[in-house]
């Protein structure tokens, strides 16, 4: 007898490299059960180099029903030396954000599994409430978090572009996690920095409420973010919950689950708790 994947999905996906680039340095995957958007950086080339060997460490796992965080921590570590070891001419010094949810199989449950390294964003819609779960690794959100800069004021900021995370381009940070309970209906939006930058996130609300097709979502907001200025690459997944995998449980109520397994890992030699790992440096 075959088991039902922990989510089953529909999912829609496109990209266009916008207005003012010449190249496409966004690269995607949007094959269950990983949908994930990588946007790069490094100038001509080699920024596209680097958002395609990231993708490409993942691609392996498509097919399969479901990942745990210790399948993308290691596939990011591998990525991570892959883009470091980028020759000269071909990517050498680029690096590349790294956005997106993963399905998870928690004790017969289905769960979002979602990963940050970036300013590319994670949203959800679920049973009407739109919220951003990625956290920005950026210079604009650390001061937003102090206190110093509104959010308002953050979307003209000049330093919106740096970030402080990657994957190559010299930085070390460690990717967030983030388990969340997975509901039919859920819609899940995964996009390279080229949508929110150019759309508020209630228009990018709106359209993902308006368009119940997912293919047809990602499409028009590839196409309002062009419309409104199209600066910068622009890559967009919309992906919806079909059937979700529950346990019968009489509360009718959800397990809460840390997003940190009981193993450890190690990282650049040193063994540390997952629970540290998970949650970034």
């Known amino acids: 007898m075959t088991q039902d994947p922990p989510i089953t999905v529909r ?3 496109a990209t266009d490299a916008g207005l003012r680039r010449r190249i ?3 690269s995607f995957l949007a094959r269950s059960p990983l949908f994930l958007v990588a946007d790069g950086m490094g100038g001509h080339q080699a920024g596209e180099i680097a958002s395609a060997t990231v993708i490409d460490e993942f691609v392996a796992f498509t097919g399969r029903d479901s990942l745990t965080i210790d399948d993308i921590h290691a596939a990011i570590a591998r990525a991570r030396r892959r883009v470091d070891a980028l020759p000269a001419g071909s990517g050498a010094g680029a690096g590349t954000t790294l956005s997106g949810v993963v399905i998870a199989d928690v004790a017969g449950e289905g769960y979002w599994l979602a990963v940050n390294l970036g300013d590319s964003r994670t949203y959800r819609l679920s049973e009407g409430r739109f919220e951003q779960v990625s956290v920005d690794h950026s210079v604009v959100q650390e001061l937003i978090d102090s206190g110093e800069l509104s959010a308002e004021a953050a979307h003209r900021d000049t330093r919106r572009n740096v970030i402080t995370r990657a994957i ?30 150019e759309l508020e996130d209630s228009r990018i609300h709106d359209v993902l409420r308006d368009e119940s097709d997912p293919q047809a979502a990602a499409t028009r907001l590839v196409h309002e ?12 997944l919309v992906v919806d919950a079909v059937v979700v995998s529950t346990r019968a449980d009489p509360s009718g109520e959800r397990d809460t689950v840390p997003a940190a397994p009981t193993t450890d890992v190690e990282i650049d030699g040193d ?3 997952r629970a540290v790992a998970a949650g970034g440096f």
């Open 11 to 13: 999912c829609g996906a």
């Open 168 to 197: 190559g381009a010299g930085s070390d940070g460690e990717p967030d996690y983030w388990m969340l309970p997975a509901e039919a209906g859920d819609r899940i939006l995964v996009c390279s920095d080229g949508l929110s930058s």
């Open 24 to 26: 496409n340095e966004d």
């Open 225 to 236: 973010a062009m419309i409104s200025g199209g600066r910068d690459n622009i890559t967009v």
């Open 271 to 273: 063994t540390l708790p």
